[in-house]
């Protein structure tokens, strides 16, 4: 693992960039910061050039909602703060198509819930979206879908969400750019002399001590969700950087030097990919496949239609399925592009007669190789 340890953004193949409301508006109130979006994106091109592919989680529309609606005074209910991340979200989104629109970089946005990053039928069409926006060159910007989530239902922090899609797409790297620089050994805000944890190769009960408790009315994005989110993506395969955003041009000087957090991955992001179908899975159905389709699964091979010999069970796309050969022996399971319905009436055919079976035009593969694991 240690010689595969991501040690530079640059080096990074799908990096997450988070940011938090209070970088993305202007002190004065909830007009996005056009500067500081302009010098964060020159840092974006710079890194996409170099071969990276780059994701936003980006918060912030709550509050230029709320400006926007005149809900100025102190704290908002839940229908407010819904209401104004309605509103705001516009103006956020365009704030970032203007300061892409500078390297004629296309954004695109998306509006998650839990649920899209985490039950496996949803985690495929929303991670499968993501992947086709990278591959067209695209950067994709997330948020929470704030406006439909209610209070038990939400990530409630963009720290966490951004975890998440780390674990759903495979990033390698996720940086939190925050107001702080990293970790202390405690909370300097009570502490006088703590001292700096540049890296951290596992999140033992120490380092969650580190975080302290989290300050009341402080638990949206404060040290504590930081290290939780860390912990989903390390475990993911995916490093986690903390790092200090305030400055122009703050993703760059993380690669230049200056103090920043470093969170290990404690996987990769494929081997923990894997794990992650293939544990705690209660498969709905089994697919049967020839022997051509058994080589080709062993040579590391996506499971093509036209493999298939039989589908028993009843599933939806993105279910879990178990694969056989015509031996009724166990090959593998994963996660399937299509429901039983239409993978039966495409078994044995030639994936370019896929839509005129089905009337439309799905994936091209049963199973993609990223989503199957063949028994060891
Ligand atoms: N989704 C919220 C917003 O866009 C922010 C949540 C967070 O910052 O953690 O305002």
């Known amino acids: 693992m240690t010689e595969t340890r991501l040690t530079s953004l640059t080096s990074a193949r799908r990096l997450i960039v988070k940011i938090g409301s209070a970088l993305l508006t202007t002190d004065s109130g909830g007009a996005p910061n056009h500067d500081w979006l302009a010098a964060l994106t020159d840092d974006i091109a710079a890194l996409k050039v170099k071969g990276t592919e780059i994701i936003i989680v980006s918060s912030g529309a709550v509050a230029v909602g709320r400006q926007a609606l005149g809900l100025t005074g102190g704290a908002l209910c839940l229908e407010e703060k819904q209401a104004a991340a309605a509103a705001g979200q516009i103006g956020l989104f365009h704030a970032w198509q203007e300061a892409f629109a500078r390297h004629k970089i296309q954004t695109a946005q998306i509006l998650l819930t839990p649920g899209d990053t985490e039950e496996r039928r949803r985690h495929l069409n929303a991670r499968n979206t993501v992947e086709t926006l990278l591959s067209l060159g695209a950067v994709p910007v997330i948020n929470e879908n704030d406006t439909v989530a209610t209070e038990e239902i ?8 951004a975890a998440r899609v780390a674990q759903m797409i495979g990033a390698d790297g996720l940086v939190l750019l925050s107001d702080i620089d990293g970790l202390y050994s405690a909370d300097p805000r009570h502490n006088r002399s703590p001292h700096f944890i540049p890296e951290v190769a596992e999140i033992t009960p120490e380092i969650e001590a580190m975080a302290g408790e989290a300050a009341p009315g402080y638990s949206s994005g404060g040290m504590v969700t930081k290290i939780e989110a860390a912990r989903i993506a390390t475990r ?37 990919r894997k794990r992650w179908i293939a544990g705690s899975l209660t498969p709905s159905g089994v697919l049967t496949i020839d022997e051509g389709a058994a080589k080709a699964l062993g040579n590391g091979k996506s499971l093509l239609p036209a493999g298939v010999v039989s589908v028993s069970g009843v599933f939806e796309r993105g279910d879990a399925v178990v694969i056989e050969n015509s031996a009724k022996v166990r090959l593998g399971c994963g996660l399937v592009a299509y429901s039983s319905k239409d993978a039966k009436l495409i078994a044995g055919h030639k994936t370019g007669e896929i839509e005129t079976l089905l009337g439309y035009r799905g994936r091209d593969e049963m199973m993609h190789r990223d989503d199957l694991v063949i028994d060891g």
């Open 154 to 161: 939400r990530f409630g922090d963009n720290d966490r969400l």
């Open 236 to 272: 993911a395969g995916c490093a986690v950087i903390i790092a200090d955003g305030k400055a122009a041009h703050s993703l760059a000087a993380i690669d230049s030097g200056k103090r920043r957090t470093w969170f290990h991955a404690t996987a990769t992001p494929s081997t923990a």
